[in-house]
């Protein structure tokens, strides 16, 4: 998958993974994994890009005698998101021609 259209995906995955409330690393990558295999190590960059963008905000709590950072979706996160879901349709439709396309040259 062509690397720039992936960073984005998973940008998205991460807002939605910290849409219903406020999560921190270890819960947002147990999360997302059953529908996308990602590490911690590639999360923590994509919360500081989210986070300098202004989609996410982060505050430190103590757990368990250690500071948690704690991830929450801001409104220009969510402006995100739908931003996303309007343009879904057109990559389904792009997907589809391509599809269509093999199967017309497969007629052939």
């Not at 406020?22 to 923590?44: A, C, H, N, Q």
């Amino acid at each position: 998958m062509d690397i720039q259209l992936k960073r984005g995906l998973l940008d998205v995955c991460v807002l939605s993974a910290v849409k219903g409330r406020d999560s921190y690393g270890y819960r947002i990558v147990k999360d997302i994994k059953p529908f996308v295999e990602i590490s911690e190590s590639t999360l923590y960059p994509i919360l500081k890009r989210l986070e300098a963008a202004g989609q996410v905000t982060v505050r430190s709590a103590e757990h368990n005698g250690r500071l948690r950072k704690y991830y929450r979706i801001t409104e220009a996160g969510l402006e995100r998101i739908e931003a996303f879901n309007r343009e879904w349709s057109e990559m389904i439709a792009i997907y589809n021609f391509v599809n269509r396309e093999e199967e017309n040259n497969a007629e052939e």
